[in-house]
């Protein structure tokens, strides 16, 4: 700016002939508002009628330095740190603020800067509003009372300020209200009201695409020759983060920041100049991890340490905010939960591939429980135990495993598994039309009966201990081991009578024909070919044998068991109604 030089109004001024330049400092706050005295035109007016009317020597006014919507509890603000370096660089020597709030709501870095930063790099401080301040003509002021006490009242205030709003953000985030900036990627903000989501159809469309792909692939297929050397087209399996990252570039799709940055949103984000609006396999796994396309409103995963320290820590999963059914769903819950324990396996693909392999994260060594690894040799893929190949060879053995033997093998044993729950239906459905039927588990009664006994007993044992320990048939030592040793079996056997009357509730309240385990498998009847979509759902476990044999370990073992007492406790009543019908 250009220089304007300024003598004292009555021509006597005992000043020293020091040309000022001038930084004029101002700050709004987001809880400023819209408050027409504390906007940032208005200062400027303010700031610039005092140098023009009443500041007294010659000045430069070197810049306006405005940090619009920053809070004052900390000084890591864009142009207060443009400031200071100017200071430091000795372009500027003279600080003009409004009041004292405007520079500083941290009591500490008030002190810090008036006291020790601006003497120190010769600077002189000055604001317009009560309690005045320059500690060019009046230093003292500094070091009175008014100015500490003024400092402490903004800190204060500042700390009243951050509770009220974070107790009101934290009321919304209890009932489900969104009061994020912008809405996740997939929704919009409702045009009417600020704090609901709606879906934007265009994004939504691609969240719809991404769980599809990562859980049963493209609908792609590939040719592949059997040992038979006949050529088969088959569907490609599920696809990798990676993969799905690669396929969105290739189809031009702008990755989040750059689909807000186009809607023309004012998105800020502090990695935005890093940002090339291409998609990456993390943004991918982000976006499959969130539960907000189920419906589900989930805020607080990260908060700042404190209203003066505004770096952002992560928050414990069991402290967020979660509500569900706060807003219309993008995917379904049976899909985002296989989508998860897709997360859960070993999903790893193929040099320059972009499906995942059929079987990653179901394999395992039968003997030491590794998993498998996998190889091609003479066009054919081979499974191998990873201890073996990779740790010891006399640590476990080879348990080779050919991948067509494997994926025919499975297959069949899930067929055999579906034609079994099929007559398990059956069998239900005739259980059910007896005129009694026996919902108790003698089993899990029995079973009930033994877990309360054994605990008895080590609640027995605990009480004992204290007593060995006083008549000094044990040491000190041997008690508290032992103590810790019996209160850890206390509380498994506790876990375990727990899930066992669970699951006699739920014996009680009988099975039908409609149970989830049964639905899990009918639904899939006919089926001719594998697909992760269907190994996630169905399979825990594949094992493999050493002899070649091949173990596969349904979900759902539970409901199998609950299924199976059901039908034991009611082979009477099966005869009642086999006579019947005879």
């Known amino acids: 700016m250009a220089r304007i030089r300024k003598s004292q109004a009555d021509g006597k001024s005992t000043l020293k002939k020091i040309v000022w330049y001038i930084a004029l400092y101002i700050r709004l706050s987001k809880d400023d508002g819209n408050d027409e005295s504390l906007s940032v035109t208005n200062q400027k007016k303010i700031l610039m009628e005092y140098v023009e009317k009443f500041f007294q020597g010659e000045y430069v006014i070197v810049d306006y330095y ?8 900390d000084h890591d603000r864009p142009d207060f740190q443009r400031m200071i370096h100017d200071v430091e660089s000795g372009k500027v020597n003279c600080v003009i603020c409004k009041n004292l709030a405007r520079a500083f709501r941290n009591y500490a870095d008030q002190g810090y800067f008036l006291e020790n930063y601006f003497p120190l790099h010769g600077t002189r401080f000055i604001t317009l509003g009560e309690p005045k301040v320059d500690t060019y003509l009046n230093p003292e002021a500094v070091n009175g009372m008014e100015v500490p006490i003024n400092g402490l009242m903004n800190d204060r205030f500042a700390y009243s300020t951050s509770s009220s709003v974070r107790r009101t953000f934290d009321t919304k985030r209890r009932n489900g209200e969104f009061i994020g900036a912008f809405a996740p990627y997939g929704y919009e903000k409702h045009p009417t009201d600020k704090n609901a989501l709606v879906i934007d159809e265009e994004a939504a469309q691609v969240v719809r695409d991404i769980f599809q792909w990562f859980v049963y692939g493209d609908g792609s297929t590939e040719t592949l020759v059997d040992e038979n050397g006949i050529e088969q087209e088959v569907l490609k399996g599920s696809m990798s983060k990676e993969g799905i990252a690669r396929k969105l570039n290739e189809m031009g799709v702008p990755n989040p920041t750059l689909y807000k940055v186009k809607k023309g949103y004012r998105y800020k984000n502090p990695h935005a100049k890093e940002n090339d609006g291409l998609w990456m396999g ?3 796994s982000r976006l499959l991890k969130n539960k907000v396309y189920v419906g589900t409103m989930v805020q607080g995963k990260q908060r700042v340490i ?9 928050v414990p999963e069991e402290e967020w905010y979660q509500v569900n059914n706060t807003h219309e769903a993008i995917i379904s819950l ?14 790893r693909t193929a040099p320059g591939k972009t499906e995942t392999y059929l079987f990653s994260g179901f394999l395992k060594c039968a003997d030491c429980g590794k998993s498998m690894t996998r190889r091609a040799s003479n066009g054919f893929v081979y499974y191998n135990c990873s201890t073996y190949k990779r740790k010891s060879k006399d640590k476990c053995t080879k348990h080779t495993m050919r991948l067509d033997v494997l994926e025919k093998t499975v297959l069949l044993v899930i067929q055999k598994q579906i034609e079994l729950v099929e007559s398990l239906e059956e069998v239900l459905n005739n259980i059910n039309q007896a005129p009694v039927v026996q919902t108790k588990s003698t089993r899990l009664e029995h079973l009930l009966k033994l877990r309360e006994q054994e605990l008895e007993k080590t609640e027995d044992l605990i009480s004992g201990l204290y007593m060995d320990w006083k008549n000094g048939d044990i040491t000190r030592e041997q008690y508290r081991k032992m103590k810790e040793k019996f209160e850890q079996q206390e509380e498994q056997l506790r876990e375990v009578i727990v899930h066992i009357r669970g699951e006699i509730g739920t014996m009680e309240q009988g099975i039908t024909s409609d149970d989830p385990y049964l639905q899990a498998f009918l639904k899939h009847k006919n089926i001719q ?4 979509g269907l190994l996630v759902e169905l399979v825990n476990t594949i094992l493999i044998h050493e002899n070649g044999e091949i173990t596969v370990q349904f979900k759902m073992e539970n409901q199998y068991k ?3 007492d059901f039908i034991e406790n009611n082979k009477y009543s099966l005869t009642v109604v086999e006579n019947k019908v005879g």
């Open 306 to 314: 404190s209203y003066k320290v505004h770096d952002m820590v992560n």
């Open 334 to 347: 049976e899909l985002f939960e296989k989508a998860q324990e897709l997360h859960a396996k070993d999903t």
């Open 282 to 284: 993390t943004s991918v």
């Open 562 to 564: 609950r299924m199976i």
């Open 66 to 73: 405005v940090d619009d919507g920053r809070t004052g509890t």
């Open 529 to 532: 070919e594998l697909s992760q």
